[in-house]
């Protein structure tokens, strides 16, 4: 067997990447804790708590551990209901912590990345009708111009959206997500009141900070055809559209296209300064015309991968290649703001991250511009609709003590932050079961 090592370039990002309302704990004014409430809303009834309480200081454990394992950056977001918790009212205490957090980022030598909206949104503005309500555009540009008015000093990364689309998406179509709602033309409304967002809050953005570096994360999930079948192309081409393009598309020409919502939006053109990519995983796509609760599909994993506890991902790392291929026809420099797997074993995660981390290495060698990876997550955190029962942390929550323990993954993803590569040694170590696929003869 040869022996090989993939380097990265130099200054490559390497972090992980978090959200408020999973990790801060009683993040009580957000429409999140509400829907919490519930009866129904969250797997097993679970509810945030706690969460990682990083609200109470836990943060800087957390960071400490992060950047011990070598991590150079970390990707956290701002809760926009502790910054502004009243439509007339600023929290600058609020503005303090957070200003805290980042500088706590800067003096453990780590880039910041920030998102200023990670699916949370204040009770007052959801009472507003949220983002249904055009006034939605109007607010959030207001508020990053605050929030990145107080964190400039300590970071110029920003994220003004997370998933956008997947957030319209489940909040008002699937009802997944608060508000619950199923309405194709509230979801049509809503993609297009963030597009709107997006392109102010860019603006003021770059306004306070002319250099800030301003993007969103944009989730993209592989649509294949299940078979070679016209319909079930068509399927997966309209799901790839909807999903993964849309969004970034309306940036890039100041057009949005969406179901029962097309939309000139030409403020948007040309806002993005890079492209974030939430990668997970890759499913198939048949056309079935009588599912009309699953969009006229049957949407299902290749049984040819392995997929995570409880079905929820199939480890398909050519999908990322694939996803950042994608990418690379923005002709964007691109950061990978999300990777990971939930696994509470870590049994899998390793293989996970060492075959998607060899599909980063060989887009580089394509010449794709990407600038960094954040491994989705650092400590287990608020799995949204499915509660605790997720576990995608680089390090194990006791969700009662809140105690924290590594597991076997830490110390890989450290190995290779540190050495800036893989090398053949790092994969026998954790995962020999690779050395065949990734160093073949
Ligand atoms: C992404 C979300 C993130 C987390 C991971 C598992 O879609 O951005 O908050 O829930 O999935």
Redesign the pocket.
């Known amino acids: 067997m040869p022996r090989a090592t993939f380097h990265f370039p130099r200054g490559f990002l390497w972090g992980t990447a978090t959200?408020s309302h999973?990790v801060e704990g009683y993040n009580r004014n957000n429409q999140w804790w509400a829907w919490e409430g519930q009866p129904g809303k969250i797997l097993n009834g679970d509810r945030s708590g706690a969460a990682c309480d990083w609200w109470g200081g836990r943060w800087r454990e957390d960071f400490d551990r992060a950047a011990e394992s070598a991590q150079n950056a970390h990707r956290f977001s701002i809760e926009w209901s502790r910054v502004q918790p009243l439509p007339d009212r600023w929290d600058e205490t609020a503005l303090d912590r957070y200003r805290e957090m980042a500088r706590g980022l800067n003096d453990r030598n780590m880039t910041a990345l920030i998102t200023l909206h990670?699916?949370s949104d204040p009770l007052w503005l959801a009472e507003q009708g949220g983002w249904e309500n055009e006034r939605a555009a109007e607010l959030f540009p207001v508020y990053a111009r605050k929030t990145v008015e107080a964190l400039k000093e300590y970071c110029n990364l920003w994220v003004t959206l997370?998933?956008p689309s997947?957030y319209a998406i489940l909040s008002y179509l699937m009802g997944d997500f608060p508000p619950g709602k199923k309405d194709l033309k509230s979801t049509a409304r809503v993609m297009a009141n963030l597009v709107r967002a997006h392109a102010a809050a860019y603006q003021a953005i770059k306004e306070v900070q002319p250099v800030a570096r301003v993007g969103i994360?944009q989730?993209y999930r592989g649509f294949r055809p299940a078979t070679r079948s016209p319909f079930d192309r068509l399927a997966a081409r309209l799901f790839h559209n909807y999903l993964n393009d849309a969004f970034p598309r309306a940036l890039q020409t100041g057009r949005l296209r969406f179901p029962s919502g097309n939309a000139n939006i030409p403020q948007a053109k040309g806002t993005q300064d890079y492209l974030g990519l939430?990668y997970?995983t890759e499913e198939l796509v048949a056309f079935k015309p009588g599912r009309t609760a699953d969009l006229f599909t049957r949407r299902f994993y290749d049984p040819a991968y392995e997929v995570s506890q409880g079905g929820f991902i199939a480890n398909v790392p050519q999908g990322l290649f694939r996803a950042l291929e994608w990418c690379h026809g923005y002709n964007l420099p691109i950061v990978i703001t999300?990777n990971?797997v939930n696994d509470s074993q870590d049994g899998l995660r390793p293989r996970y991250l060492v075959e998607h981390l060899h599909q980063v290495w060989r887009a580089l060698n394509n010449n794709y511009p990407i600038k960094g990876y954040f491994h989705?997550?650092l400590v287990d955190n608020f799995?949204?609709e499915r509660g605790w029962s997720?576990r995608?942390g680089l390090w194990e929550l006791d969700v009662e003590t809140l105690a924290r323990r590594k597991r076997p993954s830490a110390d890989l993803y450290a190995e290779i932050c540190r050495a800036n590569s893989i090398s053949t040694e790092i994969v026998e170590r954790y995962t020999p079961e690779l050395l065949a696929k990734l160093f073949p003869d």
């Open positions: 959200s999973q990670h699916f997370n998933e997947l994360a989730h939430n997970y999300e990971g989705w997550t799995e949204w997720q995608f």
